[in-house]
């Protein structure tokens, strides 16, 4: 399991070359204009995860499989999107169908490149953006409270409860805040995730910068940070120009790129791992001769369920697992040492995995 982030933003503030970079790929066309991308691309990017390596040269695997992470570049929005303007309805309809938001702002000053407003303002952009998502749901609440009427006068569960949770997702919209602030009760959960509402979608602010600024930032960037702070969300700085090289060099040469311009990490890192934090993400790894490969859960997934993302049979007859820390695996030397010093662990269905298990699950057939 790896999750599905959107990426959308205002015409040209970077969006496809930020999603060509990081897919290593040129089916978005970049271009000078608006709504230049209209279907929205897709691409599936490896995650990077330097522990994986270290699994695999241990435990001399063949192969290494990472996890997988898909980009969707969805056109660009503009004010009066949610009333179908520049084709808005179908691209709102993309965002719905993606895990988490990473909303590209443009924070660098470019005469020769049209700002849609002709001004460079990221906090003005992001609430046009941010407004036209809440009035989409708005519209999209109110149509469903008019359908649903006479179910909820006959006493139809599901319909009152829709109809609740419609109403609470309704009251915070129209004071102007995204439907995401609502306190959900865990009974709720399912129903409210049915809703399928815009605003609930967790938010990445991704602040596209200069490269002489992808390391520091801003002024543009300072006021988006402070923005993402006050509303509990994330914010990265890149620099789409320079992932956008970096894109074309192989691992040697990108690190000695990086290391010139100042970087620590390429801005690819810096978002999956902003994307994983976002979503309350962790991953786990299986290792052997044969490949050493990583798993994405949701924090908090149960031994069963984590084992249930390799095969829904190894959920359903699950035994117990055997897990090894990845410090124990790595500072050990493997699994046998490992096993040898008493680090693994045999464990049952209530076990929590936890981020960095190596695991091996038993099973029924």
Known sequence: MGFKMGIVGLPNVGKSTLFNALTRTAAAQAANFPFCTIEPN???????????????????????????????????????????????N?????????????????????GDVTHVEGRVDPVADAETIDTELMLADIESIEKRLQNIVRKVRGGDKEAVQQERLMRAALEVLEAGKPARVVEVDEDDRKAWRMLQLLTTKPVLYVCNVGEAEAAEGNEFSAKVAEMAAAQGNAHVIISAQIEE?????????????????????????????????????????????????????????????????????????????????????????????????????????????????????????
């Open 42 to 88: 897709v691409g599936e990017v490896a995650v990077p995860d330097a522990r994986l390596d270290q699994l695999a040269a241990i435990a001399s695997s063949k192969s290494i499989i990472p996890t997988r992470m898909t980009f969707v570049d969805i056109a660009g929005l503009v004010k009066g999107a949610s009333k179908g303007e520049g084709l808005g």
């Open 90 to 110: 179908q691209f709102l309809a993309n965002i719905r169908e993606t895990d988490a938001i990473a909303h590209v702002l443009r924070c660098f000053e470019d």
């Open 245 to 365: 090289e970096i894109s074309q060099l192989d691992r040697e040469e990108a690190e000695m790129f990086l290391e010139e311009m100042g970087l620590a990490e390429a801005g690819l890192d810096r978002l999956i791992r902003a994307g994983y934090e976002l979503l309350h993400l962790e991953t786990y790894f299986t290792v052997g001769p044969k490949e050493a490969r990583a798993w994405t859960i949701k924090s908090g997934t149960s031994a069963p369920k984590a084992a249930g993302v390799i095969h829904g049979d190894f959920e359903k007859g699950f035994i117990r697992a055997e897990t090894i820390a990845f410090d124990d695996f790595v500072s050990l030397g493997g699994e046998g040492p490992a096993k040898e010093a008493g680090k693994m662990r045999a464990e049952g269905k209530g076990y929590v995995v936890k981020d960095g298990d190596v695991l091996h699950f038993l099973f029924n057939t």
